[in-house]
Every structure is written in C-alpha cells, then in structure tokens.
C-alpha cells in the first residue's frame, strides 16, 4: 500500500470516527487541507508526492495519540494548566510509546503544539511560551552510540539464506541508506561496471532524490564488497512480477504486482524487512555495542560508519557516503567513542621517535662510514710503508753482498 493509499483511508477512518471530538475534527480537517497545500507548494509539486504523503500519514499517528492523551478533549477549551501538564508528562515520561520508554524525539509534537496546528485554536502562544521559558528542546542530543563490528554482521548474514533478503542486507551495510529508501529501490537504479583499479565488478547506486529523506544528499555510491555485487547480480537476473496475494486484511484479494513494479529489487514492506532481520539477529545472538541492544537496521548504517572510520576513511567522505551534510557533527559521536582522535597524539609520539630513530640511525651510518674510510686510509698506510721497508732492506741487502764480495 503506497503512502497515498494509506494516508487518505486512516485520514478518512480519523474523521469518520464518531468518539471523535467534532469541534477537534473540523481543526483536523483544516490543518490536514493546509498541509496538503504547503508540501505541495514548499517542493514546488504540482501535486502531492509519496513523501509528502508520508509526512501526512504520521501526523494522523501523532493526532491520534494527541487525542487520547487529553481525553478527546476539546482542544479550545485547554488553557495554560493543561498544556503545561502534557508537555510535563512527555518530558517526565509520564506518557509512554508503543515499546513501554519516553518518548524519543517529543520535538515533533512541540511543532505541532507551537505551529499552525494549534494556531487554528489560538492556542500556540501558549505552548510556545511554555517551551521558550524553560528551554524545552524535547530531543536528546546525546543519544548513546549504537554499532556492530563486521565480524558480528557476518554472523547475522550466516543466518539468512534467502538471496532477496540477503541482497537488502549487503545493500544497508555496503551503502548504509535508510531502510525505506533501499525498499523502493529499481533496477534502473543501478549500474553494474568494472572498476579500472581493481578490474573487479561493482555497481553505481543512484540515490535519486524522490527515495530519499528530505534532509538526505541526493548521490550515487559504489559498492564496496563483492557479496554486494554477487547478490544485486541475482536478484537483478530475476526480477519478475509478483501476483501472490497481499496479506493486509484491508486489501485482500489484491496483488502484490499492483503495488509493485516489475523493476522493483524488493516486492515487501518495512514489515517483512524488520521481520526477517529480528529472526537472524535473535539466531546470530549478536547484540549491539556497547549497550547490548537488539540490531536494527537503523543499526547497520551507524555500524557502516564506524567500520569505515577504522579503516581510515575520514570523516567528511563517511558523511558524504551517509549522505549527511559536510558540517555534520552525528558522526563525531562514533570518533568520539572509538578513541579514534585518541590515538592521534599517540601516533604523532609513535612518529616523532621513529623520526629520532632515523635521524640516529642516519648518523651512525655517518660515523661508520667515516671510520670505515679511517680504516682504509691507514691500511693504505701501512701497505706504503711496508713496501718502502721491504725497498729499504732488499736495498740493505744488496749493500751487504756487495761489501762481502770486496
């Protein structure tokens, strides 16, 4: 189900819902009309695209879970008590997501809160007043480093033997893109070529800004690792219409061949990927570093990164591979934690007394070179008076035999 089909059946459900507010209602149906309108306009569309519409699809969430927290209260009638309490409850922890924590990033809510959405009830000032003066930024900037080190994604590979679902792995390993995006990507996104270095195969991987994030770089990355080339060649080979029926009970009867195009690398859903990857993590037994979570393939990306930094990439070409801007700092974390800037110091020491040693070593083969030409010169020496001696006594000699013949 595209992001359209999903957004305009859970907006429609949302509004159709007769436990809803309907004061709340009509200023859910206003915001969405306005937000329609500004994505459209903001990426100068003529009409509404699947991001767009993804971006819409979790508003009606966030509206939902809003609606609930305040008792499908009327939104008009909260005043500055109630608004307090709920951003308190957030950043308390009072209120909880779906896995039982505190909300993550509670920002995306404080927009909601201090922007058009309760702008239409004149609300807004006050959550935004709320938020200024105690500097609320409902966004941990300090999340703890999370990664697997290469051995590790082996073992989780070893754990998978199907060849699509293999290839989706290589692929968030090798390119370390978001999950959604390497789901939607088509064969006319690659390009298979032999590097002129190694006189080995590899692939171009357009990233095209429409699959992308929208804070994501639009680029094209090589692959790195054969088993990435191996697998892109097999399923690429073997790309085919699929007409098994979608298991969604909203849609079934339907085929998989309308929702996905015969181009398409993987005809499934974040639901499968996530599936299939917790069976082989939880059968690899492989746990992130260093706080033994469970791996994501959120994870992979960040375990690409670091795998990258070890083996000397610097920072600014792992951001560009990321497709982060060049003055992102996310990547430091991971340098950071490494020790990675540590070592410099001790390699610059390492260095300098290599360069002393050299310099020593230089100088003594100065000095041997010296003492042996010393060596030479007094040979020479004693060679000439030696064979100034022998003159002198062959001459003595010859003197002697003379005198005895007299």
Same mark, same amino acid.
Request: aromatic share 10%; net charge positive.
């Given at each position: 189900?595209?992001?359209?089909?999903?957004? +305009? #059946?859970?907006?429609? @459900?949302?509004?159709?819902?007769?436990?809803?507010?309907?004061?709340?209602?009509?200023?859910?149906?206003?915001?969405?009309?306005?937000?329609?309108?500004?994505?459209?306009?903001?990426?100068?569309?003529?009409?509404?695209?699947?991001?767009?519409?993804?971006?819409?699809?979790?508003? !009606?969430?966030?509206? #939902?879970?809003?609606?609930?927290?305040?008792?499908? /209260?009327?939104?008009?009638?909260?005043?500055?008590?109630?608004?307090?309490?709920?951003?308190?409850?957030?950043? &308390?922890?009072?209120? /909880?997501?779906?896995?039982? =924590?505190?909300?993550?990033?509670?920002? @995306?809510?404080?927009?909601?809160?201090?922007?058009?959405?309760?702008?239409?009830?004149?609300?807004?000032? !006050?959550?935004?007043?709320?938020?200024?003066?105690?500097? !609320? *930024?409902?966004?941990?900037?300090?999340?703890?480093?999370?990664?697997?080190?290469?051995?590790?994604?082996?073992?989780?590979?070893?754990?998978?033997?199907?060849? !699509?679902?293999?290839?989706?792995?290589?692929?968030?390993?090798?390119?370390?893109?978001?999950?959604?995006?390497?789901?939607?990507?088509?064969?006319? &996104?690659?390009?298979?070529?032999?590097?002129?270095?190694?006189?080995?195969?590899?692939?171009?991987?357009?990233?095209? *800004?429409?699959?992308?994030?929208?804070?994501?770089?639009? *680029?094209?990355?090589?692959?790195?690792?054969?088993?990435?080339?191996?697998?892109?060649?097999?399923?690429?080979?073997?790309?085919?219409?699929?007409?098994?029926?979608?298991?969604?009970?909203?849609? *079934?009867?339907?085929?998989?061949?309308?929702?996905?195009?015969?181009?398409?690398?993987?005809?499934?859903?974040?639901?499968?990927?996530?599936?299939?990857?917790?069976?082989?993590?939880?059968?690899?037994?492989?746990?992130?570093?260093?706080?033994?979570? /469970?791996?994501?393939?959120?994870?992979?990306?960040?375990?690409?990164?670091?795998? +990258?930094?070890?083996?000397?990439?610097?920072?600014?070409?792992?951001?560009?591979? @990321?497709?982060?801007?060049?003055?992102?700092?996310?990547?430091?974390?991971?340098?950071?934690?490494?020790?990675?800037?540590? =070592?410099?110091?001790?390699?610059?020491?390492?260095?300098?007394?290599?360069?002393? +040693?050299?310099?020593?070593?230089?100088?003594?083969?100065?000095?041997?070179?010296?003492?042996?030409?010393?060596?030479?010169?007094?040979? /020479?020496?004693?060679?000439?008076?030696?064979?100034?001696?022998?003159?002198?006594?062959?001459?003595?000699?010859?003197?002697?035999?003379?005198?005895?013949?007299?």
């Amino acid at each position: 189900m595209t992001f359209k089909d999903r957004y +305009l #059946k859970n907006k429609q @459900l949302l509004l159709e819902d007769p436990t809803l507010n309907t004061n709340n209602k009509k200023v859910i149906e206003e915001f969405f009309k306005f937000e329609e309108y500004k994505l459209k306009r903001k990426q100068g569309l003529t009409e509404v695209d699947e991001r767009s519409y993804k971006t819409l699809s979790h508003y !009606i969430t966030r509206i #939902k879970n809003l609606t609930q927290w305040l008792n499908n /209260k009327d939104w008009a009638d909260l005043n500055e008590e109630d608004i307090k309490k709920l951003i308190d409850d957030l950043e &308390d922890g009072v209120i /909880k997501n779906k896995y039982g =924590r505190r909300h993550e990033d509670r920002s @995306l809510y404080y927009q909601m809160f201090c922007g058009k959405f309760w702008g239409l009830i004149k609300k807004n000032h !006050i959550a935004q007043g709320i938020i200024d003066e105690f500097s !609320i *930024r409902g966004r941990d900037f300090n999340k703890q480093v999370r990664f697997i080190e290469f051995e590790s994604f082996r073992k989780v590979v070893s754990c998978i033997n199907n060849p !699509i679902q293999l290839c989706l792995v290589w692929l968030a390993w090798d390119i370390g893109e978001n999950i959604g995006t390497l789901l939607e990507l088509e064969a006319c &996104d690659f390009q298979r070529q032999i590097n002129p270095d190694t006189n080995e195969a590899e692939y171009l991987v357009i990233l095209p *800004r429409e699959k992308l994030k929208r804070s994501r770089t639009p *680029r094209s990355e090589l692959t790195n690792y054969k088993e990435t080339v191996e697998y892109l060649d097999i399923v690429l080979a073997n790309l085919k219409p699929n007409y098994k029926e979608v298991s969604n009970k909203y849609v *079934r009867g339907r085929k998989l061949s309308e929702y996905y195009s015969e181009g398409r690398l993987f005809k499934f859903g974040m639901r499968s990927a996530d599936k299939f990857l917790k069976r082989a993590v939880e059968l690899s037994k492989v746990r992130c570093m260093p706080g033994g979570e /469970k791996v994501t393939w959120k994870d992979l990306r960040s375990s690409m990164a670091c795998d +990258l930094l070890r083996k000397g990439w610097s920072i600014d070409e792992i951001n560009s591979r @990321l497709g982060h801007s060049v003055a992102s700092r996310v990547i430091t974390r991971y340098v950071t934690y490494l020790s990675l800037d540590r =070592r410099k110091p001790k390699a610059k020491v390492h260095q300098s007394n290599l360069r002393k +040693l050299e310099f020593e070593l230089d100088k003594q083969k100065e000095l041997n070179k010296l003492q042996g030409l010393r060596v030479e010169n007094l040979k /020479k020496e004693q060679d000439q008076m030696k064979e100034e001696f022998n003159i002198q006594m062959a001459k003595v000699v010859s003197e002697l035999k003379e005198m005895l013949k007299v």
